[in-house]
T-cell receptor, first 112, second 113 residues
Framework: DAMVIQNPRYQVTQFGKPVTLSCSQTLNHNVMYWYQQKSSQAPKLLFHYYDKDFNNEADTPDNFQSRRPNTSFCFLDIRSPGLGDAAMYLC???????????FGPGTRLTVL | DQQVKQNSPSLSVQEGRISILNCDYTNSMFDYFLWYKKYPAEGPTFLISISSIKDKNEDGRFTVFLNKSAKHLSLHIVPSQPGDSAVYFCAASPRNYGQNFVFGPGTRLSVLP
C-alpha cells in the first residue's frame, strides 16, 4: 500500500539537545510538508518542499530546519528543542501544492 | 487571526442519528475545502472535499455542504456510527492562487452506542 511513514512514533529529548524526525513516502508525490500540532489546536504548517524547492512559513522559528535528500525522504531537524516545542509533528504529502494532502501517523515529541 | 474556525470543540451524538460538524472561514479567496478525520495517535485521514463551484458533495454516509455567501461549510454524517468517533478537521485553500491549506482547530465527535 502506498503510504506516508514517520519514524519514530514517539521521541523523547532533553532541553537543548538536537533531534531529527524522519518522514518517508511511497506515493511519489512532489510536495512534502511538516506540520506542528499542539493539543486542541489546528495543525500549523512549518514548511514544505515542492520537489527540491524549500518554502519556509514566515513565522517558523529558525530553530526548525528541514532536509529533503530525495523524493521519498524528508527530515525535520530541531536544533535546540525548548519545552514549547513539545508537540505532535505531522508529515504530509501531495501531488501538487493545492491537492489533497495525505498524512503520516505523526511523531509525538516530548522535551524534558 | 483564525481564518478557519470550528466553533464547537466537541459534539456528542447517538448512534444512528445525524452528526453535523460546522466550519466557518473568513478569507473569501478560499475556493477548495477538505475534511479530515483523526483518531488518537494517528495522522489525519482525508474524508471528503468540495470545490467552490459546487454547494454539495456526497460520498456514502458523508455529505459536505458549502454556503459561499455565509462562508460556511458543514459535514453531515448519516447514520452516525461509533467508529466515527474522532476529531474532525476542516481545511481551506485559495486553490486558484496556488497557496497551502489552512486548518481549523478541529471538533471532537463522540458517537454514543
Amino acid at each position: 500500500d502506498a503510504m506516508v511513514i514517520q519514524n519514530p512514533r514517539y521521541q523523547v529529548t532533553q532541553f537543548g539537545k538536537p533531534v531529527t524526525l524522519s518522514c518517508s513516502q511511497t506515493l511519489n508525490h512532489n510536495v512534502m510538508y511538516w506540520y506542528q500540532q499542539k493539543s486542541s489546536q489546528a495543525p500549523k504548517l512549518l514548511f514544505h518542499y515542492y520537489d527540491k524547492d524549500f518554502n519556509n512559513e514566515a513565522d517558523t522559528p529558525d530553530n526548525f530546519q528541514s532536509r529533503r535528500p530525495n523524493t521519498s525522504f524528508c527530515f525535520l531537524d530541531i536544533r535546540s528543542p525548548g519545552l514549547g516545542d513539545a508537540a505532535m509533528y505531522l508529515c504530509a504529502t501531495s501531488p501538487g501544492l493545492t491537492d489533497t494532502q495525505y498524512f503520516g501517523p505523526g511523531t509525538r515529541l516530548t522535551v524534558l | 487571526d483564525q481564518q478557519v474556525k470550528q466553533n464547537s470543540p466537541s459534539l456528542s451524538v447517538q448512534e444512528g442519528r445525524i452528526s453535523i460538524l460546522n466550519c466557518d472561514y473568513t478569507n473569501s479567496m478560499f475556493d477548495y475545502f477538505l475534511w479530515y478525520k483523526k483518531y488518537p495517535a494517528e495522522g489525519p485521514t482525508f474524508l471528503i472535499s468540495i470545490s467552490s463551484i459546487k454547494d454539495k458533495n456526497e460520498d456514502g454516509r458523508f455529505t459536505v455542504f458549502l454556503n459561499k455567501s455565509a462562508k460556511h461549510l458543514s459535514l453531515h454524517i448519516v447514520p452516525s456510527q461509533p467508529g466515527d468517533s474522532a476529531v474532525y478537521f476542516c481545511a481551506a485553500s485559495p486553490r486558484n492562487y496556488g497557496q497551502n491549506f489552512v486548518f481549523g482547530p478541529g471538533t471532537r465527535l463522540s458517537v454514543l452506542p
